[in-house]
């Protein structure tokens, strides 16, 4: 009777499957069928074994070659279940998305027709502008501008108006990006640097708009190219006053004017440097100088340092005949004089204190109210 069960099995499944009758799936034939078992050595072909199953009879199953269950409608482990696929997570996405944005494994399940399928699996789309990261390539959003796109300004989903432009984020009304000559992309009737919208913005090479007109750019007066040709360059283009033409240099009366005279460079590039040239009239020449007459001079007196580096320092440097060296001292004849005789103090460093002083306090001065120095060098 078994080789009959065998034969009737394979028949059920069809002739193609003779070999492997026993793993035929009937599970509504009723127990006392030729198919049903109860143990193992009912069941005649080699390597099969009786397989129970839950609420029926056991029936008689010959595992496949690997024991994997496929999707072919067949019970290919004997485990009493066909078509029980593996549990282990499956994605057909790009290597290193999964688990990334909206991207994640599926578990693998039998479909129509015996294709495999992977059930709840999420692969990558195009990104859209939707703050999830729906290529799954760890970033979100990205390639789009919400800066200037009318589409999403700002934020994604903002639409400007047709009447609007998307700037710095914000929906605003049309303003002029090209300051060309000639251009009128807002279409307000004003054109290149005629209009409001161009002002300090690009209007050619090494060109820029500034109070509608296209000039010259400041970095570029010290380049000797007529960059808005208008037949001056540099310095002689009144485009350029006020502006720097180099390092220590800027553009004035349309000539180039040095303005670092402490650098020991000819920065205006007329032949002379610092204090030597004019530019640097009554202008610092460093801590405690200043130019006067095409040369440096000393202006503090007082702090044992040569300021305008002459060789000469405070009062023996004749920059500061008449000048203070300090309270109660004042540089007189190259030298450091007391001035005040009454304040208990050497003011010129001699070493001679108010009426002692005899060659700055001699007698007569006035030391104190109603008081002169004495011809005993004492005051009374």
């Known amino acids: 009777m078994k080789s009959i069960s065998s034969l009737v099995c394979a028949l059920g499944c069809g002739l193609v499957m003779a070999v492997a009758a026993s793993a035929c799936w009937v599970p509504e034939l009723p127990d006392s069928t030729i198919f049903s078992c109860a143990s193992d050595e ?9 397989v129970p199953r839950e609420g029926l009879s056991g029936y008689c199953c010959a595992p496949s070659a690997n024991a994997t269950e496929v999707c072919n409608g067949i019970d290919d482990d004997c485990n009493g279940q066909k078509d029980d696929l593996a549990t282990t997570p499956c994605y057909g996405g790009p290597e290193g998305t ?6 994640k494994a599926g578990t693998p399940k039998c479909g129509a027709n015996n294709e495999q399928l992977c059930e709840g699996e999420v692969l990558p789309t195009t990104e859209l502008c939707n703050r ?11 390639g789009f501008d919400l800066q200037q796109d009318v589409k999403n300004c700002g934020t994604c989903g903002t639409v400007c108006a047709a009447s609007q432009v998307c700037v710095a984020g914000r929906c605003t009304g049309r303003v002029q990006q090209v300051c060309t000559d000639g251009s009128d992309d807002d279409e307000d009737g004003l054109a290149g640097c005629a209009d409001s919208d161009c002002d300090l913005k690009p209007c050619g090479a090494n060109r820029i708009c500034s109070g509608g007109t296209c000039g010259e750019i400041e970095l570029k007066c010290d380049d000797n190219v007529d960059n808005d040709q208008d037949g001056a360059r540099d310095c002689a283009d009144l485009d350029c006053d006020q502006k720097s033409c180099g390092t220590g240099c800027v553009c004035k009366s349309r000539a180039k004017t040095e303005t670092v005279c402490t650098d020991t460079l000819d920065n205006d590039g007329d032949g002379r440097a610092d204090c030597a040239d004019s530019d ?14 095409n040369a440096a001079a000393e202006t ?7 300021n305008d580096k002459d060789g000469k320092v405070d009062c023996a440097d004749s920059d500061c005949a008449n000048q203070s060296c300090g309270t109660g001292c004042t540089c007189k004849s190259n030298v450091a004089a007391e001035t005040t005789c009454n304040d208990n103090v050497d003011n010129d460093k001699d ?21 002169t120095c004495k011809s005993n060098a004492t005051c009374g």
């Open 98 to 103: 999964a688990g990334k944005g909206r991207c």
């Open 42 to 50: 009912e069941c005649s072909l080699a390597g099969e074994k009786c």
């Open 351 to 371: 070493g001679k204190v108010d009426c002692a002083d005899t060659a700055d306090c001699p007698t007569g001065t006035a030391c104190g109210t109603g008081k």
């Open 280 to 293: 640097c009239a009554n202008q610092s020449c460093g801590t405690g100088c200043v130019c006067k007459s």
């Open 132 to 142: 999830i990261d729906d290529n799954c390539d760890g970033v979100t959003d990205e």
């Open 300 to 306: 503090t007196c007082n702090d044992t340092v040569d």
